[in-house]
């Protein structure tokens, strides 16, 4: 008997790929007809089956699939977006698993419920931090929480780049009130994901950072979204990250395996905990030859 509810599953969920196939102009019908006889014929998946046949690539059963469970996939195509967005560009990949069980984590931890805001602090620049903001926002966001990733780096800020968005108007337009946060967000290829750049740089960030409008910005995005990711200026360069992190419900540090010194990592800690912020937890990045963050842990 169990085994029949599974064949009647997975005769289900082929017909569903099917039709999300065949809608989207990929298959016709006697295409699927020739994968469903292939899939019952040698008992394979009806993704498999179809690859097999040479009817469709891994990226177009992945798009079904994602469409399925309505999981936001770019797949490989050209979008004006940077490659360093692998949770949008590789949803699939084994890098993402990592991204997928730290917001598992963060969500036991009350992020999405009790705490909204996070911010990302590491020692150094180059340390990782922007692109592990970016990618765990966008996770959040491909699990359904609505979330807005925000760059309060006013010094070197990246994640406007990453997105492709144009700078003109952001965090520091809202907070001299020379725009609303309406008009300083922008949209993403995510629904549930919204960006707010660091917007024009000003000539004196920390005292920015220190206004009240600042505070009242993150309170608002609280009330308006289940996730806060902030991404911020190294700690090493400035006090800017201090300021911050007495905006947020909390901090996840960040260090550059190989690169760090643990003196530095230290006493950022010590300043964290000094300024009664909530340290969530430390990311190490591992990066591969070229630099470039690949995995890390928690701990």
């Known amino acids: 008997m169990s085994d029949k509810a599974s064949c009647t599953m997975d005769a289900n969920s082929a017909k569903d790929i099917g039709s999300i196939l065949k809608d989207t102009g990929k298959i016709t019908a006697a295409d699927l007809e020739k994968i469903v006889a292939l899939q ?19 990226d177009d059963v992945n798009r079904a699939l ?10 490989d195509e050209k979008y004006p977006i940077g490659r360093e967005l692998v949770s949008i560009l590789q949803p699939f990949s084994h890098q993402i698993e990592v991204f997928r069980s730290l917001r598992s984590k963060l969500v036991l931890s009350g992020i999405g419920s009790v705490l909204k805001a996070v911010a990302m602090v590491s020692p150094n620049q180059g340390d990782g931090k922007t692109f592990i903001s970016a990618n765990l926002a966008a996770t959040f966001a491909q699990l359904g929480s609505k979330t807005v990733l925000v760059d309060a780096n006013f010094r070197k800020p990246r994640i ?4 492709n968005l144009k700078n003109n108007c952001g965090m520091s337009s809202v907070i001299i009130k020379r725009a609303s946060l309406a008009q300083a967000i922008s949209c993403t290829p995510i629904p549930t994901l919204h960006i707010l750049s660091s917007g024009p740089q000003p000539p004196n960030p920390l005292e920015l950072l220190g206004w009240p409008d600042t505070k009242e910005i993150i309170t608002s995005l609280k009330g308006m979204y289940d996730v806060v990711i902030v991404d911020t200026p190294a700690f090493s360069n400035t006090a800017d990250a201090l300021v911050i992190s007495n905006l947020v419900d909390g901090i996840l540090m960040v260090a550059l395996k190989g690169d760090t010194k643990k003196e530095s990592f230290d006493n950022v800690k010590k300043q964290l905990k000094t300024s009664a912020a909530r340290i969530l937890g430390s990311i190490i990045n591992e990066p591969d030859t070229k630099k470039q963050p690949k995995r890390f842990k928690f701990f």
Do not use: C, D, R, W
């Open 66 to 75: 994602s469409h399925q469970f309505s999981y936001p996939y770019l797949g």
């Open 160 to 163: 406007h780049e990453i997105f």
């Open 40 to 58: 019952e014929e040698k008992g394979m998946l009806f993704g498999e089956a179809a690859v097999n046949l040479g009817i469709l690539t891994k």
